[in-house]
């Protein structure tokens, strides 16, 4: 079994910066992918970003690119996204993901077996 526990989430005005943990306990392992996805209010959960733990190849959804970053600590088993001039609309919960291996698929949340609990971030204008 694998914990995964966001952190970092809260209250920033628009152009702001926040930076997002998620600690990983357990069998962690190290060929796996981690992941954050994030779900605003009536809205689908949706990818932001992934990372092949082994490697570090990155993939980014469209609307975040050049505004986030995904990176790790090897040491920490902890996964981080920093976020960049930020927007109302990147107002959601944030979700950390974890898949053994390879998604396939980055985008689709049933590549994920494990997840954490969710933090918010709310970003006003």
């Known amino acids: 079994q694998v914990q995964l526990v966001e952190s970092g989430g809260g209250l920033v005005q628009a152009g702001g910066s926040l930076r997002l943990s998620c600690a990983a306990s357990g069998r962690t392992g190290s060929s796996h992918t981690m992941a954050w996805f994030r779900q605003a209010p009536g809205k689908e959960r949706e990818f932001v970003a992934g990372m092949r733990w082994t490697g570090g190849n990155t993939v980014y959804a469209d609307s975040v690119k050049g505004r986030f970053t995904i990176s790790r600590d090897n040491a920490k088993n902890t996964v981080y996204l920093q976020m960049n001039s930020l927007k109302p609309e990147d107002t959601a919960v944030y979700y950390c993901?974890?898949?053994?291996?390879?998604?396939?698929?980055?985008?689709?949340?049933?590549?994920?077996?494990?997840w954490g609990q969710g933090t918010q971030v709310t970003v006003s204008s």
């Open positions: 993901a974890r898949t053994p291996g390879y998604p396939g698929n980055y985008y689709y949340m049933g590549s994920y077996n494990y």
